[in-house]
């Protein structure tokens, strides 16, 4: 075989983590260059049968590209722009391209591809497409199934598969989940093959994009807005993002405005967007008035470099709770990540909800932030040990069952991965998870993609 693979302890160890918080050294890492090479070692692995976990850039929270057995197969070195198709609106690419320059590189044709999750400048395609990623403009465009249109993909015994969606419009052959081969491997966390590239849908870029931060007094006239400005006639949010007071302060201080509506407890992150006509920023600002805020509070970002500055500051959250448990990580502590969405008219239900079990439970309250407009916070709970990892799964646990029973899902984005397996019984029913594990057998009846991820 002619892809060398790293053995040493140095290379093992520099992708032994991703932003899980665990950590979990392979036995080998690969890093392969182009398909011919991913196809040498996944035959290769297949005949010793060795496992085969794909990573992008390991920014999985689920613990999903990290593996403590068998070969970590990283994709960065197979990141090029392989055809952009200007006319039809697609584009060809490595798995291994960031999404961040992909976007930058589709800039200056006026397209840009919509799924754009907070951490874009850092992920990779392949990464998005393994997870189903979505972001904040997911409330307009749809998460990243809705942009992919082919994949090429090796198998387990290292047979390349080239899979398209159909264009038929009428189709009844076989039963659905066998009709558009395409969407097993989006969101199956690199368990049924290993994405070498994918042809994805592009949009035109709008003429205008506005952000609006709207700080509120509190979580409920901040929640309430959300749902009026989705029912809303007047205006058309590309996206809703949530800020707790906590998230809230972290974006003061990385927009070094600390004074930035010092009484208000949340602030709602909108954007809109308009071709030729005038955004319609009267409309927003009317409507967040019904809900208690004040003109004198918003910040108004317009144009590209100003809504890239926007999102800087909602990265930020994340981020700053990345760096407040790195200290934690040696002694078994980590940030303990909820991803639920339920309805998105039931937010502020659940969200109550939560906090509430966190209350009973005597544990700090989480922040909140997030994809509101989705029905879709993320709630952030530093655990300091691995006892308070275990206090606090069991809050999240019982928030969960509420979730569930709201018709919500355990994991909206970011994937079950390792770390969440456990939970999926608790959505999925035993006919769900029994169809999962067939159709991974009939990809991979040796178990060696992904071993742990999702299953
Ligand atoms: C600060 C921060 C913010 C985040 N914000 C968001 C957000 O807004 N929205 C969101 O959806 N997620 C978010 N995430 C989670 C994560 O960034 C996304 O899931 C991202 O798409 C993962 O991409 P990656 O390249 O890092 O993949 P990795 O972490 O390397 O891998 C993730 C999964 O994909 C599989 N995989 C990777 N490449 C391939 C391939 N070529 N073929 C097959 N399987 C593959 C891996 O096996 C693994 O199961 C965030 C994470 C962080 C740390």
Known sequence: MSVVLGRDEAVRESYARDASGLHLVPDAV????????????????????????????????????????????????????????ERHGTVRVEPGVLLGDLQQSLASHGLFFAPDPTSQEECTVGGAIACNASGPRTLRYGSTRAHVRALTVVLADGEILEVRRSSLEKNTAGFAPVQDLVDWFIGSEGTLGVIVAAELGLLSRPAREIGLAIPFAD???????????????????????????????????????????????????????????????????????????????????????????????????????????????????????TDWAVPWRRAAEAVALARRHADEARIPQGIVYGHLGNGHPHQNFIARSPDEVRTIEAVVERTLRDVISMGGTVAAEHGIGKLKSRWLPLQLSPHQIGLMRAIKAELDPFGLLAPGNIL
């Open 219 to 337: 979580e409920a006239h901040a929640l309430a807005f959300v749902v009026a400005a989705r029912e809303s006639a007047r205006v058309r949010p590309r996206c809703l993002e949530y800020f707790d007071a906590e998230s809230f302060a972290i974006a003061r201080s990385s927009a070094e405005e600390p004074a930035w509506a010092a009484g208000a407890g949340a602030m709602v992150y909108a954007e809109e967007t308009s071709d030729g006509e005038e955004a319609p920023l009267d409309e927003w600002l009317a409507l967040s008035e019904r809900f208690g805020a004040r003109d004198s509070d918003v910040r108004v970002f317009e144009g590209d470099a100003a809504i890239r500055e926007a999102r800087r500051l909602r990265h930020a959250v994340p981020a700053t709770m990345h760096e407040r448990v790195a200290p934690y990580l040696v002694a078994g502590g980590r940030r303990v990540s």
């Open 30 to 85: 690969a890093r392969p260059v182009d398909v011919q090479e991913v196809v040498e070692t996944v035959r290769s692995a297949a005949g010793s049968r060795t496992p085969i976990t794909a990573a992008g850039a390991q920014t999985s929270t689920t613990a999903a590209s990290i593996c403590s057995r068998g070969i970590l197969l990283s994709t960065r070195a197979m990141s090029r722009v392989l055809d952009l198709d």
